[in-house]
């Protein structure tokens, strides 16, 4: 995988596989651009494929985790850092350039995210507004500074929200709940997020590094195969019925239950020790 100063954030490897993604426009509130999304999409595939990488953590720069799109940088403003991808359209230009843009783009980097194998964790260090907010929601964890506010509130400018965070919001809090949240077009505090269920966790902001980095260590070191499998049977549990649900998750446990992980958990249970797992990754 590649790391370094990328178009609109830094990527560094952290130690025990950890990915760190931190945004880095802060004086743009950490807003998106295609060019942003597209380096993005390109280095969580990188990811992905990479078997020294085992989580992601996504974070910002200053009092943003990111304010949604940037709409002047979307007009050619400089943002540093080195293209992963270089040469991209701005689109959103008519009707179908919006419609490609969001496809090809803004949702294929939150479907990027919410369908990788590997678990992943949004630190949100400030504002989450629309794109911020939808990319926070398809991270499977998320960690909240105390001064963190989040919120979709396109109908503010009579917008949509138009990449996924609709979908999102519904599984996570039910209609009646999705529905007051957007047609008010609420921001929510960091305390009003862990209430309604958007975070698992509110840390002083101080402390919001340390806990996504303890967190992300955690599930860094447990039974990578095992916890890829989990991740995937409980996301396609929610749209299954009861019987493609079983049927699911015991083709996969096929595959777990004769993996070296299981049988080291089972041996370090008996010898009454931590169990070493994830040997097959070797050095990675």
């Known amino acids: 995988m590649d790391t370094g100063s990328f178009t609109g954030f830094n990527l560094e490897l952290r130690d025990d596989g950890i990915a760190w993604f931190q945004f880095s426009t802060p004086e743009r509130l950490n807003g998106m651009t295609t060019a942003i999304k597209r380096d993005l999409i390109e280095a969580v595939t990188q990811a992905q494929m990479d078997n020294a990488v085992r989580v992601l953590v996504f974070t910002g720069t200053g009092r943003a985790f990111c304010a949604g799109d940037d709409?002047?940088?979307?007009?050619?403003?400089?943002?540093?850092?080195?293209?992963?991808?270089?040469?991209?359209?701005?689109?959103?230009?008519?009707?179908?350039?919006?419609y490609n843009g969001l496809r090809i783009i803004s949702q294929r980097l939150n479907t990027a995210v919410r369908t990788l194998d590997k678990l992943s964790i949004a630190a949100i260090n400030g504002i989450a507004i629309q794109t911020g907010f939808s990319l926070a929601l398809s991270c499977d964890f998320r960690i909240?500074?105390?001064?963190?506010?989040?919120?979709?509130?396109?109908?503010?400018?009579?917008?949509?929200?138009?990449?996924?965070?609709?979908?999102?919001?519904?599984?996570?809090?039910?209609?009646?709940?999705?529905?007051?949240?957007?047609?008010?077009?609420?921001?929510?505090?960091?305390?009003?997020?862990?209430?309604?269920?958007?975070?698992?966790?509110?840390?002083?902001?101080?402390?919001?590094?340390?806990?996504?980095?303890d967190m992300a260590t955690e599930l860094a070191n447990g039974p990578q195969v095992s916890m890829r499998l989990l991740k995937r049977s409980v996301y396609n549990a929610a749209e299954l019925t009861w019987d493609q649900a079983l049927d699911e998750i015991a083709a996969k446990t096929a595959i777990s239950d004769h993996h070296p992980d299981a049988r080291e958990g089972v041996t370090a249970f008996h010898e009454k020790r931590d169990a070493k797992f994830n040997e097959w990754l070797g050095s990675a």
């Open 144 to 213: 909240a500074a105390d001064t963190a506010r989040m919120g979709s509130a396109t109908l503010r400018f009579g917008l949509l929200p138009d990449e996924g965070g609709q979908y999102l919001l519904l599984q996570m809090m039910g209609l009646p709940k999705t529905l007051d949240f957007l047609m008010r077009k609420k921001i929510v505090t960091a305390d009003e997020a862990l209430e309604l269920g958007l975070v698992s966790e509110v840390v002083p902001a101080e402390n919001l590094e340390r806990a996504a980095m």
């Open 71 to 98: 709409l002047k940088a979307y007009q050619g403003a400089k943002l540093g850092g080195t293209p992963l991808v270089p040469g991209i359209a701005p689109g959103h230009d008519s009707g179908i350039g919006t």
